[in-house]
């Protein structure tokens, strides 16, 4: 195989992504995987694209990469399902109101395209919510994508630019100038990329990255029930929550028709299997702001895991210590509205290149990423 | 128990002897196809138990019911899909 | 909407034959049973329809014992989430969803029919051989139609004799086994007089139809309804006019809900020791979901789950001799009638492989997984949850499909989240 200029770690949509942008650069690159491309967190998640504004730093990457995924969606495969149906942020009460008031002077300061949505033009937009909530924030640039399809497509990209894939075989220790398989086989490389998500802590020593279980189900097929992703405000108390567990309602219209239905949020479980405690709460705040959901019928429910730091933000960089390791991970969940951000910032950084966005905010070597 | 249901397929009405199966009653009116697949396909009725989901019909307003596994009660209203 | 929470001594999920026999055997040793079944009414799909619809002194038997014996029955009842260690489920009804805490679980969940892809298969009127039965039972008239019964096993035989005396017409029964196999388990069937002169009657009824060997349903013809089947045998192929195809590649046993309860599974199905019981201490399995062996093995397996798990093993001794012999034949019944290799080769790339979600054998083809299959298809993903296509892949690529997760079956949202609904309501 010779030697590589770059060999990445894991096949989610974040480690396709940095595979076709390092490629794209002119680089001999390695994508290595064990299972299936897209099949991690990718898989278990909602593709939802979106803008976030929890930190200036937060806001810079969810913005830039949405722009990217703009740029991408005419050249996206079908089965890739990009849908530009913008996102409801629903406020419940007149207190939430508030922050849809707060967010769209925020957004629109930055050009983002917004608008309020009262109690009764929400109402018309989305006539299967409960009746009387205060309004929502309309994101309209929001978009979902469905991310196993969307990664494959990203590592046949980078493969047609040169890349090679290996698959099947997972990375047990990253040396100086070489990846050591599970199998024994060495893959040597000038550097690396870590962007095996959750599993990233046990290739680089004291990342801390926590996995963060979440739990969703998808419906049969019931096209028109939802037209826009919706989320409670109330969510981001969701997010924020950083060691009980918490549920928010969350949903998502697919192309196929099906809703797909979120969210929650737990720590301290490493056990994949599907909480029924779990999913109930989740339901029942759905039910809350759909009562009309109770009597569809479900046909799975499946958990995943998220790599989550304690700011919140992704580790994009050189690690600290290493002189070729960078990491890509930590994007808990917001992964594949990022990936395409990381992955331009990431080539960046590793060619020395100016970035589009600074990339301090989420340089490694910040104290609460690692520590020790 | 009464010895024939009355119910409606697609607006028609159709009277069938009672327990007869809402999937049986569509055949019996002459209809093969339940439901259009995803691509566009015209499927019926396939594994007759329950499992295989071909013959879902919206039944009283619900949709994707197994017509199979669901008896005929008077004045039901059965739409194919 | 009444929501509720009830407790049996032992829960059976199934009430065909082996639920039946099972339920009956446990409220016989004095235990409170309760039985859940997807079906309209009791007797699983060889008994669907109840005992009008049966014939034979078994069923008659069996109808009146576990009519009589004081289990609550719910019909029409669904398991779509359990928990083996708190000895739990939750199930749902058309209007109803509800949690079970059981002292015992008999597992009786039957067996489903395998189906194989071929061109045309998903043409309307192209149906299952027991699923085509199982329309006639509930209400079906088939009389004068031209019907075609292909793919392999004796059940074949029985289904067109079915058939017949509901005054059908069976032009062709196409077995897809060769008379060296079918042979060889007739003259097993010499130990069994009973089974032989059952064989030897069906054919008998049967004397109209062409039983042809080596044969097998290539292609189904027909614009939004089944016009004709193209059968091939060697190197002959033909086609037949027809009303209805009823095709069906034997069984497989509904292993799902023992998955979800962390059950042991085997090469047969869902694995269980002298006294029915699974690698789950308080979970017992009987008949087809165990492995597939035919109705009077299946009313053994059920009797001894029904005294094992009401604690009285010493009676369950009694079955143990026929029901040893029963699954000496249903081992040369799957010898017989394994698939042939050329099965395989039926697809044509652009056959639908996944019905629900309209996936094409040229898709699934290069596949190394199941979970790829699944994520990069949309294969399985659909309501039937890969309950057809999973058998399918697993014939023609080799593909284990995953681990099982809730709902165990498609269920409302409202009866997903039930259990935790009314533990809030007991805490207020």
Not at chain 3, 22 to 42: I, K
Not at chain 3, 284 to 305: H, P
Request: with cysteine.
């Amino acid at each position: 195989m010779g030697t590589f200029d770059v060999a990445v770690v894991g096949a989610g949509i974040v480690g396709t992504a940095c595979a076709r942008e390092l490629s794209a650069a002119g680089l001999r690159t390695a994508l290595i995987e064990p299972g299936v491309i897209g099949g991690g967190a990718t898989a278990a998640g909602m593709g939802h694209i979106a803008v976030m504004d929890d930190s200036e730093a937060q806001f810079a990457l969810t913005r830039y990469s949405q722009l990217l995924w703009k740029e991408l969606a005419d050249r996206l495969p079908a089965d890739g399902e990009y849908l530009p149906c913008g996102a409801l942020w629903i406020a419940a009460d007149e207190t939430e109101m508030l922050e849809v008031y707060r967010k769209q002077r925020y957004y629109s300061q930055r050009e983002v395209p917004v608008e309020i949505l009262d109690s009764q033009s929400l109402a018309e937009a989305e006539p299967n919510l409960r009746l009387g909530m205060a309004g929502a924030l309309l994101a309209r640039e929001d978009a979902v994508v469905y991310p196993p399809a969307v990664a494959r497509f990203l590592a046949s990209e980078a493969q047609h630019l040169g890349a090679e894939l290996i698959l099947g075989r997972r990375v047990a220790t990253i040396g100086d100038d070489a990846a050591t398989l599970d199998d024994g086989i060495r893959i040597r490389s000038r550097s690396f990329v870590v962007a095996n998500g959750a599993g990233a802590p046990s290739l680089v020593t004291g990342l801390n990255i926590q996995p963060r279980k979440g739990h969703l189900v998808i419906t049969d097929r019931y096209p028109g029930f939802v037209q826009h992703q919706m989320i409670e405000l109330g969510y981001l108390r969701s997010a924020h929550a950083m060691d009980s567990d918490s549920v928010a309602f969350n949903i998502q219209p697919r192309p196929s028709g099906q809703l797909l239905i979120g969210s929650s949020r737990q720590y301290g479980s490493d056990h994949p299997a599907v909480d029924n405690a779990v999913v109930s709460r989740m339901l029942q705040r759905a039910f809350e702001y759909m009562p009309g959901l109770r009597k569809l019928s479900a046909i799975r429910a499946w958990t995943g895991f998220r790599a989550a730091t304690k700011d919140k933000l992704p580790v994009i960089g050189l690690c600290p210590g290493r002189e070729n390791v960078y990491l890509a991970t930590g994007h808990e969940g917001l992964g594949i509205t990022t990936s395409l951000g990381t992955a331009k910032l990431l080539a960046d950084l590793l060619l020395n290149r100016t970035p589009a966005i600074e990339a301090a905010p989420y340089m490694p070597d910040r104290s609460y990423a690692l520590h020790g | 128990m009464a010895e024939s249901v009355d119910l409606w397929i697609n607006g028609t009405p159709i009277r069938v002897c009672a327990g007869t199966s809402v999937a049986a009653a569509v055949l019996l009116s002459g209809e093969p196809v339940f439901r259009r697949s995803v691509s566009g396909e015209k499927r019926g009725p396939l594994c007759g138990m329950g499992i295989c989901f071909e013959c879902r019909l919206n039944i009283d307003g619900v949709e994707h019911c197994r017509s199979c596994q669901i008896v005929c009660r008077e004045g039901m209203q059965v739409r194919t899909e | 909407m009444s929501r509720g929470s009830r407790t049996a001594d032992i829960l059976v999920a199934g009430a065909g034959p082996a639920g039946m026999s099972a339920a009956a055997r446990g409220r016989e040793c004095g235990r409170s049973v309760l039985v859940l079944d997807d079906n309209p009414s009791a007797g699983g799909q060889i008994w669907r329809g109840g005992e009008s619809h049966s014939s034979g002194s078994q069923s008659t038997f069996w109808f009146r014992t576990f009519g009589t014996c004081g289990a609550d029955v719910i019909s029409g009842a669904r398991i779509i989430d359990g928990d083996a260690k708190r000895r739990r489920v939750i199930a749902e009804t058309r209007e109803d969803a509800f949690t079970v805490e059981y002292g015992k679980l008999i597992l009786a969940t039957g067996a489903r029919e395998m189906f194989l892809p071929f061109p045309g298969w998903t043409t309307p009127n192209v149906m299952g051989i027991g699923g085509l039965q199982a329309l006639v039972k509930s209400g079906l008239p088939i009389s004068g139609k031209r019907i075609v019964v292909a793919g392999t096993g004796p059940l074949m035989l029985a289904a067109a004799a079915y058939f017949r005396k509901h005054g059908a017409v069976v032009p062709v029964i196409a077995e897809q086994a060769d008379w060296t196999r079918l042979a060889r388990f007739t003259l097993q069937l010499r130990r069994q007089p009973g089974k032989l002169c059952q064989a030897a009657a069906l054919r008998f009824a049967l004397r109209h139809s062409r039983y042809l060997v080596s044969c097998w349903a290539e292609a189904a013809n027909g614009e939004g309804r089944l016009e004709s089947v193209r059968l091939r045998q060697g190197a002959k192929a033909w086609d037949l006019a027809c009303d209805y195809l009823a095709v069906g590649f034997g069984f497989k046993p509904n292993i799902e809900l023992g998955l979800l309860m962390n059950c042991r599974i085997n090469d047969a199905g869902i694995e269980s020791d002298d006294v029915q019981q699974t690698s789950q201490e308080d979970i017992f399995a009987a008949g087809e979901c165990t492995g597939i062996g035919g109705v009077d093995l299946a009313i053994l397996e059920g009797e001894i789950a029904g005294y094992a798990a009401a604690g009285r093993a010493d009676l369950a001794k009694g079955c143990f001799r026929k029901r040893n012999r029963a699954r000496q034949f249903s081992a040369s019944l799957r010898r017989a009638f394994a698939l042939r290799r050329e099965l395989r080769s039926l697809p044509s790339a652009t056959s639908i492989i996944c019905r629900c979600e309209d996936v094409v054998w040229q898709r699934l083809e290069q596949m190394q997984s199941w979970r790829a299959a699944k994520l990069h298809t949309r294969c399985g993903m659909g309501p039937c949850q890969g309950r057809v296509c999973g058998p399918i892949l697993e014939f023609l690529l080799g593909l284990q499909p995953e681990a099982i997760r809730p709902p165990v079956f498609p269920a409302r949202l409202e009866s997903l989240a039930a259990a935790s609904e009314m533990e809030e309501s007991i805490d207020k």
